[in-house]
């Protein structure tokens, strides 16, 4: 499991590259590529197979909303969920058959966490952003679609608080006007928690802005706090990606309460007093009795476990439960690693483990797993009985089988 070999992409890989040479990690500058994507059916069918698995596995998971012009519609939402998609069916037809208008539209976030190919596909594109030492995405990536047919953006000319990085995937084109400079009087602009500012007064203001038509490949990148608004031209959808900010104040504090001392202290109350906020909060900081380590060593541990986490996810979500495989390989099946450093051995406060795919296994202690971490690097296939024997020599025949197919019921190894 050590030659490499290449993999079909459907991404202009020098253009990608260049790209995230130029703007990372802060995406400063709006930039167009035309056909970054070179085969954009491939990466639509991902999507609806995703959506697919989502709608018919577990719909009150999927994070969809359904949109109107200038309306989050509530039953349009209820609809579109009790309403799977069909076999063979793809989103931009779903939308169609479900909503009752033409501007009507769909967005739905964590897309990627329905679908371990369609997770590849944009871990091999953010895998290009992190730089080991220099800068990381710790507060991870979302991958969410947008699906529409006709009319404005439904919330107006607006500007998000992040970066958005748009790949048009079509099958109609879509038209994107950007505002370098804020040109809007505060007269005409409504405050929104989620969107900044907004303003529904669009046309006016076409004149002063930067224009882009977007065909099916076409790649966009809007900074943060730079206005804009699309208009659809047909029926399209497209992938974005939005490279979350540093949160370090949720990130510490979730550290810190996973680091707590543990046990059998009772669950707060649904509805608990301050008081009993307090004496937990004051919990956070006491040394568990047997511990050797300080709270900072502890809270610098977990912090370091949620990265190492993101980081074999490839900084996306983990795989939902109903994108896994439901069964084993057939026997002699080849496999092949899921990403580079899809596995990572490390110590936890409960003790040795791997961290697979965003999910923590408890593993034997005294074992080495250097050997296995170096393999996720590799793309030369493999079968489950030699992913079993390339595993540390502490285990038996047993144990390796059962935690090779571990491994593969986490998404770590998947079908060539």
Avoid at 21 to 48: E, K, M
Avoid at 285 to 303: K, M, T, Y
């Amino acid at each position: 499991m050590s030659s490499q070999t290449s993999r079909t992409t459907t991404v202009d890989t020098q253009k990608w590259k260049a790209f995230v040479a130029a703007q990372a990690p802060d995406f400063t500058g709006t930039s167009f590529l035309s056909a970054l994507v070179t085969d954009p059916g491939h990466v639509s069918r991902l999507i609806d197979d995703s959506l697919r698995t989502a709608t018919r596995s577990a719909p009150g998971d999927l994070r969809l909303r359904a949109l109107r012009p200038g309306a989050f519609d509530y039953m349009l939402t209820k609809r579109f969920i009790e309403s799977p998609l069909a076999p063979g069916e793809s989103a931009v037809e779903w939308r169609a058959r479900t909503a009752d208008s033409r501007e009507a539209c769909l967005a739905v976030n964590d897309i990627s966490a329905w679908s371990l190919p369609l997770a590849e596909w944009v871990a091999a594109l953010v895998r290009e952003i992190p730089s080991e030492g220099i800068h990381e995405l710790p507060s991870g990536t979302d991958v969410y679609t947008f699906v529409a047919d006709s009319g404005w953006t439904p919330f107006g000319i607006h500007k998000d608080s992040e970066p958005s990085l748009i790949f048009h995937l079509g099958p109609a084109p879509k038209e994107v006007w950007v505002w370098q400079e804020n040109p809007f009087d505060a007269s005409g602009i409504t405050p929104s928690p989620s969107f900044g500012h907004i303003t529904f007064d669009i046309e006016p203001h076409l004149a002063s802005a930067e224009h882009h038509l977007l065909q099916p490949g076409d790649f966009l990148c809007i900074p943060k706090d730079t206005y804009h608004v699309f208009r659809n031209l047909g029926p399209s959808a497209f992938l974005g990606l939005t490279l979350y900010p540093v949160k370090s104040r949720s990130l510490i504090t979730e550290a810190l309460w996973r680091s707590a001392p543990g046990g059998g202290e009772p669950a707060p109350a649904a509805y608990p007093t301050g008081r009993e906020i307090a004496d937990r909060a004051h919990a956070l900081f006491e040394q568990p009795a047997g511990s050797a380590a300080p709270l900072a060593d502890r809270v610098r541990d977990e912090l370091a476990l949620g990265q190492l986490r993101l980081r074999t996810t490839g900084y996306l979500s983990r795989p939902h439960p109903a994108a896994l495989p439901a069964d084993g390989p057939a026997d002699g099946a080849p496999l092949r690693w899921a990403h580079p450093g899809v596995v990572a051995a490390t110590r936890t406060g409960s003790g040795p483990a791997l961290v697979v795919r965003g999910r923590t296994l408890p593993v034997p202690d005294g074992l080495d797993f250097t050997a296995v971490e170096r393999a996720t690097h590799s793309e030369r296939p493999f079968t489950l009985a030699e992913l079993a024997a390339a595993l540390p020599d502490g285990l038996d025949d047993a144990s390796r089988t059962a935690l090779a197919r571990k491994l593969h019921a986490l998404g770590a190894v998947t079908a060539p």
